[in-house]
């Protein structure tokens, strides 16, 4: 149960507008009201009637919801909150009594509504097919008062939990804010018109972790970003002159209305990627022994052997390490390797497949989002996830696979990787953090399907030897199924909002 509280705003007759139109998709299709405000009446008499033109006319479901904002003497400025509620595809779809006890409950957590207050606020539950539901309120309460709903994210998050299990729906976790910003539907209309097989957003992502993988400090991470074409923009510190203190990069064929490119924070990519937690990411136990710069290096098919091989050794090593530090008691260490591999993986994914990505992209990006810690906290760096760390720019520098032997070499890793995020999937799910553990086992599933596309890009004669502890965990005895327990590698599509 994916809950989004949307951004505030005073635009009750659109909101309501949009939430009862009619179109040929799955998300718009026999919208109608499954529960409303306590006092308003019977469904029948407020659902809004169709016109002559098709439309539904909303204009008095408007107004009924307006009236407290309008007789307030000192409304807020902006008056509607808008949240929307989808189930995972995996999900039973809930009845119109169960989504409506589901809408009471997450307006009386929001404070909004609280169940038995008759002054509360003003709202209306619409389904508007069978996975999901969108709640409009306005945000003064029929005694006058404004209703500030603070934290009502957390709220509605914490709510949505309890009524996960109520349900036997899929668990989705804590909102622990380990996910990066997601493109906004005009970035994503603008990626089609292009013709961009991505939006700007996740191509300079891609891109910028690629060059925070590769790069061992601020200096060369800027000019790893300028190689790449990327355009950097450097923010100064105000009260120390010279003092880098952000940065921001832009696409040069992404641009505005006038002809400026439109520029994204490092924060704004993803949490991990602001300049502090990169340099947090620079420093290594003893930094005094690295090397400096990098260049562009010629590797040969031998040398490239040679990295691929002892890249499938450290993290052959470290999902060993991890299942000992985390039986241990030492979590901390065991996802501090975690987060180390997911830079191996992310520049496996970046010299094969570039920035417009595929199936070890995808598997890259799910093996991040399993391995955050919240609020994109870096763990501290131990000699292990250090070393990854550095095995990983070894990777990179590498170059593409051209020949059988270093293609079988890169198979082997893939399968060691895959190893590796079903120890992650084993040790989120003890954690108790599901969507985490269901990132980490899709993960797996896309490496083990990669190892197959990837042999098969090369000349015959490379065998997949499957090995049996990449076996996914068996069933319980009973089918009777669980709501805390992750879904299942198979369970492939995922709602694009978790």
Excluded at 81 to 87: A, G, K, L, T, Y
Excluded at 483 to 497: L, M, V
Aim: glycine content about 8%; aromatic content about 4%; some cysteine.
């Amino acid at each position: 149960m994916n809950p989004r509280v949307h951004k505030r705003h005073s635009n009750l007759a659109g909101l309501v507008a949009y939430l009862f139109k009619e179109t040929t998709d799955d998300d718009h299709n026999d919208a109608h009201l499954v529960a409303v405000w306590d006092g308003a009446g019977d469904l029948e008499q407020l659902e809004p009637p169709t016109g002559p033109d098709g439309r539904r006319d909303v204009r008095h479901l408007v107004d009924l919801l307006s009236q407290p904002v309008h007789a307030a003497h000192n409304p807020p400025t902006w008056t509607v909150w808008h949240c929307s509620i989808r189930n995972a595809p995996e999900d039973r779809l809930l009845t119109d009594p169960e989504w409506a006890e589901v809408a009471r409950q997450v307006m009386d957590a929001t404070g909004l509504a609280p169940i038995g207050d008759a002054s509360a606020v003003r709202w209306i539950a619409v389904r508007h097919s069978p996975n999901h539901i969108h709640l409009a309120a306005t945000l003064v309460r029929q005694d006058g008062r404004t209703a500030w709903a603070w934290q009502d994210k957390i709220k509605t998050r914490r709510r949505c939990d309890e009524l996960e299990q109520r349900y036997g729906l899929k668990r989705s976790g804590p909102m622990d804010r380990t996910g990066h910003r997601r493109p906004s539907a005009a970035e994503q209309r603008k990626a089609a018109r292009q013709g961009r097989p991505v939006t700007a957003r996740d191509e300079l992502r891609r891109l910028v972790r690629a060059a925070a993988v590769r790069a061992r400090g601020e200096e060369e991470f800027f000019a790893l970003l300028a190689d790449a074409g990327v355009l950097v923009a450097k923010r100064l510190s105000v009260t120390n002159p010279g003092e880098i203190t952000g940065y921001s990069v832009a696409l040069p064929a992404n641009t505005t209305a006038d002809g400026q490119p439109v520029f994204f924070g490092g924060g704004k990519l993803a949490r991990d990627l602001t300049l502090p937690r990169l340099r947090h990411r620079w420093a290594g136990p003893d930094s005094s022994t690295r090397q400096r710069g990098s260049g562009r290096v010629r590797v040969s098919a031998q040398a490239r052997v040679a990295a691929l091989t002892a890249a499938a050794e450290a993290i052959r090593g470290a999902a060993d390490a991890m299942t000992r530090l985390a039986d241990g008691g030492n979590t901390t260490a065991a996802l501090a390797v975690a987060q180390a591999a997911a830079d191996t993986l992310a520049a496996i994914a970046s010299t094969v497949e570039g920035v417009r990505g595929g199936p070890i992209t995808t598997a890259a990006e799910l093996f991040d989002q399993a391995a955050r810690e919240r609020n994109g906290r870096l763990l501290p760096a131990t000699v292990r996830s250090f070393d990854l760390r550095s095995m990983a720019r070894l990777v990179q520098v590498m170059g593409r696979a051209s020949s059988d032997r270093d293609t079988q070499a890169l198979l082997v890793l893939l399968q060691e990787l895959a190893r590796l995020a079903q120890t992650l999937a084993a040790l989120r799910a003890a954690q108790e953090r599901y969507h985490q553990a269901e990132c980490a086992l899709r993960a797996a599933t896309t490496l083990r399907a990669a190892t197959h596309t990837t042999g098969r890009l090369s000349r015959p004669g490379i065998p997949h030897q499957p090995d049996p502890a990449d076996a996914p965990p068996a069933e319980p005895d009973s089918t009777r199924p669980r709501p805390g327990r992750p879904s299942t590698p198979e369970a492939e599509q995922h709602h694009r909002g978790r």
